[in-house]
């Protein structure tokens, strides 16, 4: 049985068909990837202003719920950036229409990858170690860029065995 991690996410965000079409706009997708190395930096300033680092947090936070209906949908979605969140859609779907296996096993590599950068990250962030900070923010960073560029892959491979993968692009 595969792994559905993600899809709890999703719904928690209610991330409906009009929803991810905005989010496929790449302002959408490249505004979102700077949430975490804002929030380093947010966390890490607590030894400065105490609880006050709670401000910067919080509003990431609520950016991280609206971003995906920040924007309009784009133009067009000829962009990598479009193509990684309708991989991201497909790798959702898994469940109701089975992908290639290559696909399941290096995206659960690859957010291994990420989630193991956690812990250097918050062990850096709580013990204000920098290189362990940095350390974590760069496998995470790595992770989720290899993961997105998987998911193109992802999308690419599948939107011809679907007529509504393929009718995401335009």
């Keep these: 049985m595969s792994m559905n991690y993600g899809s709890w996410l999703a719904r928690l965000m209610a991330m409906d068909d ?10 959408s997708v490249w505004t979102r990837f700077w949430i975490l190395p804002l929030l380093v930096p947010a966390i890490w300033c607590r030894a400065w202003v105490g609880w006050w680092c709670l401000v910067p947090v919080g ?9 995906p209906r920040a924007f309009p949908k784009p133009a067009t979605t000829k962009h990598w950036a479009s193509e990684a969140t ?6 959702l779907n898994r469940k109701t229409l089975s992908i290639p296996e290559h696909h399941i096993t290096m995206a659960h590599i690859l ?8 812990v250097p990250l918050v062990y850096g962030l709580v013990m ?11 496998l995470i960073i790595l992770g989720k860029l290899w993961f997105l560029d998987r998911m193109v ?11 509504e993968y393929a009718s995401w692009s335009y």
Excluded at 59 to 67: C, D, I
Aim: proline content about 5%; overall charge positive; charged content about 20%.
């Design 111 to 118: 957010s291994a990858v990420s989630g193991l950068g956690l």
């Design 128 to 138: 204000f170690a920098p290189v362990e900070t940095l350390l974590g923010l760069v």
């Design 18 to 27: 009009a929803t991810w079409k905005r989010h496929a706009n790449p302002w």
């Design 153 to 163: 892959w992802l999308y690419r491979d599948m939107k011809d065995r679907n007529p």
């Design 86 to 91: 309708f991989g991201e859609r497909v790798w």
């Design 59 to 67: 509003l990431l936070v609520v950016w991280t719920v609206l971003n």
